[in-house]
């Protein structure tokens, strides 16, 4: 079974610009998921979506948005890029089949360099 | 809200040392315990998790992790490193129902020859 897969792995885009990061889930997986990682700030929660919809959202500015479409296929949106946006953006999935602890597996991830 | 420490940034150890990586979590609900691993320039690969049960989880490359949940930690020991386990390795947190999983900063794990 194929795992998570990301695209574009590697970018670099100027400041102001903005930026779609896409993310299919291992077949089967419903739920997304999206984390940047950070040197200074470790890994940080963007936002999950299931079904379509997005269930929770992390603490970030509205510059950042995602989407989940009927093939659970994601893309996560980032305009007016600043410096500080330059990170690994991280997709997970997991299959989410109650409360019962789903594991989530994640994509090699999308390096995004903004100078 | 959840919260999880990792108290050591880097641990250097001898190859067929044991070593321990130490977790700690902050929470009032129940939680689901994860450790995981990355190597550089990939992702993020689980490692054991806990859920219920045993408190004493392992995983198929040697790692074991204990819940402890008096002391609130999941500290993850190996018998015997192994050069090929330099990576750096994070503890997270899951509760039912946030859909998210909290983060410790992360341990690089040096094995050296």
């Known amino acids: 079974k194929a795992g998570v897969t990301q695209t574009p792995r590697y970018l670099i885009k100027t400041r102001g610009q903005q930026v779609t990061l896409s993310c299919s889930p291992i077949s089967g997986h419903r739920s997304v998921s999206w984390y940047q990682q950070t040197p200074g700030q470790g890994l940080q929660f963007l936002f999950e979506y299931f079904s379509e919809t997005q269930r929770n959202k992390g603490n970030f500015p509205g510059r950042f948005s995602g989407r989940q479409f009927s093939n659970s296929r994601s893309e996560m949106n980032v305009s007016t890029l600043e410096l500080g946006d330059s990170a690994l953006y991280l997709c997970?999935?997991?299959?989410?089949?109650?409360?019962?602890?789903?594991?989530?597996?994640f994509g090699e991830g999308s390096w995004l360099t903004v100078v | 809200a959840q919260s999880v420490t990792q108290l050591d940034s880097q641990v250097p150890v001898f190859e067929e040392a044991p070593v321990e990586l130490r977790c700690n979590y902050s929470s009032s609900v129940s939680v689901y315990l994860f450790w995981y691993v990355q190597y550089p320039n990939q992702g993020l690969q689980l490692l054991l998790k806990y859920l219920s049960g045993s408190t004493l989880v392992e995983s198929i490359n040697g790692f074991e992790a204990e819940f402890n949940k008096s002391q609130t930690s999941f500290h993850l020991r190996k018998p015997s490193v192994h050069i090929s386990d330099t990576a750096e390795y994070f503890c997270?947190?899951?509760?039912?129902?946030?859909?998210?999983?909290?983060f410790g900063t992360g341990t690089r794990l040096k094995v050296l020859a």
């Open positions: 997270a947190v899951s509760t039912s129902g946030t859909y998210k999983y909290i």
């Open positions: 997970a999935s997991s299959q989410d089949r109650g409360s019962s602890g789903n594991t989530i597996y």
